[in-house]
Antibody
Framework: EVQLVESGGGLVQPGGSLRLSCAAS????????MNWVRQAPGKGLEWVSY????????YYADSVKGRFTISRDNAKNSLYLQMNSLRAEDTAVYYC???????????WGQGTLVTVSS | DIQMTQSPSTLSASVGDRVTITCRAS??????LAWYQQKPGKAPKLLIY???SLESGVPSRFSGSGSGTEFTLTISSLQPDDFATYYC?????????FGPGTKVDIK
């Protein structure tokens, strides 16, 4: 069974940093592209970042470019999102989502809440 | 960036109703469109990909159609489990973008 489990969310002050993790199981993690998608409270879905299976290709939404860094460790079956210079508008539930060879998402984690507030 | 719109934003319907949601792209995306269902407090669930391909395990009352810039998601006979919010997503190009969602609630 495919499982994606996010962790690392919490309350952080504006300007602060946080690192999210996503532990994958039930599939060959190193063969799949991965993404982060977020959802602000009561709002819609926003794609955040993509990383290829090898980690060699990465894309970001303009809203996070230069502040967030996506990475992966295929040996640990894990995906990461390093978030720096956090702003109030980054407050959201962050989901990791598996890419289906083309970039739609066939499996999602349960999400982890990031709250940016003083 | 490709902008996605959905109509209506909210839809009130009864069990057994036929429901149609429209999604429009700001430029042609061929058939590179997916539909998701999301219930409160839960992650989205993939329903349809490539505009009209039904994801494995999704009931056949869900169907998708369209190409280019206009797409529809149809639920042929609404069931109690279908009251949720539905999102379209284009994957023609990065940045990937979602529609704002259509909430289907009980009339």
């Amino acid at each position: 069974e495919v499982q994606l489990v996010e962790s690392g969310g919490g309350l952080v002050q504006p300007g602060g940093s946080l690192r999210l993790s996503c532990a994958a199981s039930g599939f060959t993690f190193s063969s799949y592209e991965m993404n982060w998608v977020r959802q602000a409270p009561g709002k819609g879905l926003e794609w955040v970042s993509y990383i290829s299976s090898s980690g060699s290709t990465i894309y970001y939404a303009d809203s996070v470019k230069g502040r967030f860094t996506i990475s992966r460790d295929n040996a640990k079956n894990s995906l990461y999102l390093q978030m720096n210079s956090l702003r109030a508008e980054d407050t959201a539930v962050y989901y990791c989502a598996r890419d289906h060879m083309v970039p739609f998402f066939d499996y999602w984690g349960q999400g982890t809440l990031v709250t940016v507030s003083s | 960036d490709i902008q996605m719109t959905q109509s209506p934003s909210t839809l009130s319907a009864s069990v057994g109703d036929r429901v149609t949601i429209t999604c429009r792209a700001s430029q042609s995306i061929s058939s590179w469109l997916a539909w998701y269902q999301q219930k409160p407090g839960k992650a989205p669930k993939l329903l349809i990909y490539k505009a009209s391909s039904l994801e494995s395990g999704v009931p056949s009352r869900f169907s998708g159609s369209g190409s280019g810039t206009e797409f529809t998601l149809t639920i042929s006979s609404l069931q109690p489990d279908d009251f949720a919010t539905y999102y379209c997503q284009q994957y023609n190009s990065y940045p990937l973008t979602f529609g704002p969602g259509t909430k289907v609630d009980i009339k």
